[in-house]
T-cell receptor, first 114, second 108 residues
């Protein structure tokens, strides 16, 4: 397996534009997590899915953020409209069933909103 | 919400020195994981600890889990430049939440 794959690696967009980040988890993993990382706030959990179902989205900053997982091999995180304060590195991670299993992270998407 | 505090926030040492970083929680951990993150990459798992008082070793790294399962430490012996990175602890349940991390720099 190629690991968790995120796209794009870098995204620069203008304020007000819609941004879509994509994630392909490791095949067979039951859990998928979306995180945002900044120097000020560290690695924040935004939302996680179990078997494609959103379980906890309490970390999503506001209604401008939405996430979907239409099938076991694909998830998106959408920001509409984007704002400069959304600039961060966004990570997707997947994990097999079992509470103590390893989470595997993608390489992240560096988002810059100007 | 469980709060994770990591200390120190930054640490810069010379090659060959020993160091310890800490992770403390406001409540009992279900289980705890330590990850290391290098620039431009996602975090990578180092260890999982589950049982209070547990000690695990990974080459020059020693991980301890407090008896009350509310704190953990990571000790590195004879640090090397390759140990440079961001060390993150995570409380693990159905979800997984991270502390702010300790940013370690080991100078040659």
């Amino acid at each position: 397996d190629a690991g968790v794959i995120q796209s794009p690696r870098h995204e620069v967009t203008e304020m007000g534009q819609e941004v879509t980040l994509r994630c392909k988890p490791i095949s067979g993993h039951d859990y998928l997590f979306w995180y945002r990382q900044t120097m000020m706030r560290g690695l924040e959990l935004l939302i996680y899915f179990n078997n494609n179902v959103p379980i906890d989205d309490s970390g999503m900053p506001e209604d401008r953020f939405s996430a979907k997982m239409p099938n076991a091999s694909f998830s998106t995180l959408k920001i509409q409209p984007s704002e400069p304060r959304d600039s961060a590195v966004y990570f997707c991670a997947s994990r097999d069933r079992g509470l103590n299993t390893e989470a595997f992270f993608g390489q992240g998407t560096r988002l810059t909103v100007v | 919400t469980q709060l994770l505090e990591q200390s120190p926030q930054f640490l810069s040492i010379q090659e060959g020195e020993n160091l310890t970083v800490y992770c403390n929680s406001s409540s009992v951990f279900s289980s705890l994981q330590w990850y290391r993150q290098e620039p431009g990459e996602g975090p990578v798992l180092l260890v999982t600890v589950v049982t209070g008082g547990e000690v695990k070793k990974l080459k020059r790294l020693t991980f301890q889990f407090g008896d009350a399962r509310k704190d953990s430490s990571l000790h590195i012996t004879a640090a090397q430049p390759g140990d440079t990175g961001l060390y993150l602890c995570a409380q693990v349940d159905n979800d997984m939440r991270f502390g702010a991390g300790t940013r370690l720099t080991v100078k040659p």
